[in-house]
Nanobody, 124 residues
């Protein structure tokens, strides 16, 4: 069982930056692939980024490549999402997710554990 909790959301102007963090419970954090997803009203939850257990492998949605960076600190059981050059279309609830293993997944159905989400609002 893994419990996840996100923090760091808020309101920011277009072009600004935010850093989201997700803290996980448990002692085997490094054995989980971690992902970030987002969902805005009326839309399905969509993939943002994923990172493998060692931190050496990452994947990003095309819409955030070059602007967002995912990283993890296995000693602190945390995964972060640095978001730069934010756009109004980045406005959503952002969720942290975890799945056991080494593969990176872009589909939300592959992840077993989810946080409660944190709101990110980008004003124009």
């Amino acid at each position: 069982q893994v419990r996840l909790g996100e923090s760091g959301g808020g309101l920011v102007q277009a072009g600004g930056s935010l850093r989201l963090s997700c803290t996980a419970s448990g002692r085997t954090f490094s054995t989980y692939t971690m992902g970030w997803f987002r969902q805005s009203p009326g839309k399905e939850r969509g993939f943002v980024a994923a990172i493998g257990g060692s931190g050496r492998t990452t994947d990003y949605a095309d819409s955030v490549k070059g602007r967002f960076t995912i990283s993890r600190d296995n000693a602190k059981n945390t995964v972060s999402l640095q978001m730069n050059s934010l756009k109004p279309e980045d406005t959503a609830v952002y969720y942290c997710a975890a799945v056991y293993g080494t593969l990176l997944f872009m589909d939300s159905g592959s992840y077993d554990y989810w946080g409660q989400g944190t709101q990110v609002t980008v004003s124009s």
